[in-house]
C-alpha cells in the first residue's frame, strides 16, 4: 500500500518539475508584441535566413551534402581556394548558390560543416511572396546587387519603421560579418562580384635554395 501511494507521489512530482515553466507562463500577464511597429523578439541563437558570404566560399558542397533535404544547390566554374593573403576565395566562378526555402528546415546543419564558415543563420524572420518561385532565393543575384541576404517585400518599402530600417542599414553595412574585409565594405562588394567571374589563382614560386 506504502509503494501504491509513493508511485503516485513520485508521478505528480515529476509532472509538476516537468511543467514548472509551462504553468509559470500560463499565469503570467499576457504581452502582445505591437508588430510591425515593434520589433519581433528574436532569441540570440535564432535561426532565420541565412546569410551568405560569397566572396569566402569555395564551393566544397559541403553545406549542400549536410542538408538533409537537399534545398541548396551549388554550381561553379572550376575549383576555388581561399587565398591566405586577402581572405577571399579564387579560381572558379560562382554561378549559382541558391536555398530553397519551400523545403528548407532551418536546421542549421548547413553551417557547422563550412570550412571557411561563409553560410550563417541570419536574423530576417519572414521571406513572404506571391509566388512558389519566389521561395528560392538565388544567393548569387544577391551578390550581384551587394546583398549577402535576401531582402523581404515589407524591407524593400519606404517609411519603414525605425527598427526595420536600422536592420536594413545593417545589413547593407556588412554588419554581421566580422573578418579582415570587416572594416571595407567597399571592397567587400567588389569581392563579392569578383566570386561571380573566374579568377586566376597565382602559384607562389618556391624559394630558390642558397
Known amino acids: 500500500m506504502r509503494d501504491y501511494f509513493r508511485n503516485i507521489y513520485v508521478t505528480v512530482k515529476s509532472i509538476l518539475i516537468g511543467m514548472r515553466i509551462t504553468l509559470k507562463y500560463c499565469f503570467a500577464k499576457t504581452v502582445t508584441v505591437q508588430y510591425p511597429d515593434v520589433a519581433p523578439v528574436l532569441q540570440k541563437r535564432y535561426r532565420g535566413f541565412h546569410y551568405f558570404e560569397i566572396e569566402k566560399c569555395i564551393a566544397c558542397d559541403l553545406c549542400a551534402k549536410a542538408c538533409p533535404v537537399d534545398c541548396i544547390y551549388i554550381e561553379k566554374s572550376g ?6 593573403e586577402s581572405g577571399v576565395a579564387k579560381g ?3 554561378t549559382r548558390y541558391a536555398i530553397d526555402y519551400a523545403k528548407c528546415m532551418f536546421c542549421a546543419l548547413c553551417v557547422d560543416p563550412c570550412p571557411t564558415e561563409c553560410i550563417h543563420m541570419g536574423n530576417v ?9 519566389s521561395t528560392i532565393v538565388e ?7 551587394g546583398l549577402q ?9 519606404p517609411n519603414l ?9 545593417r545589413w547593407i553595412d556588412f554588419a554581421e560579418s566580422k573578418d579582415v574585409l570587416s572594416e571595407d565594405p567597399l571592397r567587400r562588394r567588389e569581392e563579392m562580384r569578383k566570386a ?7 602559384k607562389k614560386k618556391a624559394p630558390s635554395k642558397a
Request: charged share 35%; net charge negative.
Open 79 to 84: 575549383p576555388r581556394k581561399i587565398d591566405k
Open 92 to 94: 572558379g566562378a560562382m
Open 125 to 133: 524572420h519572414d521571406l513572404s511572396g506571391y509566388t512558389r518561385e
Open 139 to 145: 544567393f548569387t543575384d544577391l551578390a550581384e546587387e
Open 149 to 157: 541576404t535576401p531582402q523581404p517585400l515589407w524591407m524593400q518599402k
Open 161 to 169: 519603421p525605425a527598427w526595420a530600417a536600422e536592420r536594413k542599414q
Open 196 to 202: 561571380l567571374a573566374e579568377q586566376k589563382v597565382e
